[in-house]
């Protein structure tokens, strides 16, 4: 079991980590800093260098404020032990995801040119991707009216399969990110389209089946 102190340890350690990766290196980077490419890898965006070395580790700081303050579950998700894990897996695979782009950013900066941010973050996005499918996979909510954690046999059976058959997909699409590794310029593209059907295909399969049991 991951516990919430945990996580927050674990967070808090990252995000201090990339905060004095960025006090190291800053005089060593230009006074612009790359921070965006294209879906091809080339640079098409930059910010002044103390906004770009501050603007990841901001939002993770934003984040665990937020973690802190709802990740001990709504009154609308069941307090199991499981479900909390599988809440703070996923929250830990966010802030790893935020420090490790940090430090392709840094990277890259330091060596313009020298490796593919768009290929060396493939894998990272994966994971967080495979993360939130498990996450949904797992999640369990009451789904009664008023905070009751009742909740027709059919409203929860429609939630379990629904929510399922989202995880799954999502961890389908994960896998069809890595092959972004050989492909690297077309991923993203597909990962797109693909994941654009997927919610389509969800919205009709959650409207008809509602639809059919009269819900």
């Known amino acids: 079991m991951i516990s919430n102190r945990i996580t927050i340890i674990i967070s808090a350690s990252l995000i201090a980590l990339a905060v004095g990766a960025g006090f190291l290196v800053a005089v060593h980077l230009p006074p612009e800093i790359i921070s965006h490419w294209d879906s091809l890898g080339r640079p098409n965006g930059h910010l002044v260098k103390v906004y770009g070395l501050a603007f990841i580790p901001s939002l993770a700081v934003v984040l665990l404020v937020l973690y802190l303050l709802l990740g001990s579950e709504s009154g609308e998700v069941s307090k199991t032990k499981s479900s909390q894990t599988e809440f ?35 894998p ?92």
């Open 88 to 122: 703070n897996l996923f929250a830990l695979s966010v802030f790893g995801f935020l420090v490790y782009l940090y430090f392709l950013i840094l990277a890259w900066n330091l060596h313009p040119y020298s490796f593919s941010v768009i290929q060396a973050l493939i």
């Open 124 to 215: 990272a996005f994966a994971v967080l991707v495979f993360a939130l499918g498990h996450l949904v996979r797992t999640i369990k909510l009451k789904l009664g009216s008023n905070g009751s954690p009742a909740g027709t046999w059919r409203e929860k059976l429609l939630w379990l399969k629904f929510c399922r058959l989202t995880g799954r997909i999502l961890q389908v699409l994960a896998l069809v990110l890595l092959t972004g590794l050989f492909y690297p310029d077309q991923i993203f593209i597909v990962f797109s389209t693909l994941l654009l059907v997927a919610v389509v295909a969800l919205g009709l399969y959650f409207f008809f089946v509602t639809k059919k049991i009269g819900f």
